[in-house]
Each structure stands twice: as structure tokens, then as C-alpha cells.
């Protein structure tokens, strides 16, 4: 029995670092365009949904290879993009050259803010509940909060100016170190 609530708190919980991630590239982005914003929306829910279905199939081998460095992956990917976004903040040269939405930025991010959700598969799995149901939930929530991210992130952005760049940057590695935190306290 699939109970939806559960499911759906379950889905913010993991959406918030997709949020996270989608406010800080709208502050540095400034204001983006409706293929930018799908982009990011979209990935950051796709990986979300795969994560937890890879993680079911393929189950605790997966884990056994993964555990011990994944968190590192996601720590190294966000204090990276962080720190080029707070680099290009105190640059002189305030024009953006790089689009995060696009090519391996997007890739990078997108399992940057996916890779807790493998954890849920295997939940799943243990208890012999079906994966696809709340994948789909898990999927669609983080490329609402996506949007909603990048939404609040050009309202800042425009408010803010440049400082938001900044602001973003510091965003994604503190997330990086919240990320770090978390798995060395396990």
C-alpha cells in the first residue's frame, strides 16, 4: 500500500536541494529564459526520479560500491560550481559566459541534487514496496521546487544584482558541506 503523504514529504525533503540548487543558477543567470528554465526543471526531476528506480533495480550492490564515495561526488560538484559563481560575483567582468543550464554543468548538477534520492530505492526495496508510483512523485515535486527556486532566484536576482551571483554561490557550498556533514555523521 502506497501512502501518498508519506511519498509526497518524502519527495520535499529530497527536492529541497534541487530548490536549492535551481535558486542559486537563476541568482547567477540572472534572468533566464523558458528553455533555461525547462532545462533545469526538467533534469533536476528526471534525475530524481531515475535515482530512486536505479537504486530498486539494481539494489544493495549498488550501495556496497557507492557508499563509500558518493556524498563526495556531490560535495566536490557544488563547492566547485559555488565557488565559479562567487569567483565570477567579485570579477570585474559581471557578464555571465557560461550557461549552468546547459551540456555537463546541467548533468553534474542534476545528480549533484540526486544522488540522496538512490537512498529511497532502496527503502523501497527492503520493504518490497513498488518503486515507479513514488519515483514519478519524487520526480515531479523536485521539478516543481525547481521551478519555484528559479522563480525566487531571478526575483532576487533583479533585486539584489550581482550580489545574488554571490549569494548563490555561497548557496551551493554550503549545501556541499551540509551534504558532507550528513554522511560523515552516519
Known sequence: MINVIHIIFIALALGMDAFAVSLAAAAYLGKTDKHQKFRLSFHFGLFQFFMPLIRWFLGSEVERYT??????????????????MCYDAFSNEITITKDISKGWSLVTLSLATSIDALAVGFTYGVMNNDIFVPAIIIGVVAAILSLIGIKLGEILSVRFGSKMALIGGIVLILLAFNILREHLLM
Open 67 to 84: 557508499r563509500s564515495f558518493d556524498h563526495w561526488i556531490a560535495f566536490g560538484i557544488l563547492l566547485f560550481i559555488g565557488a565559479k
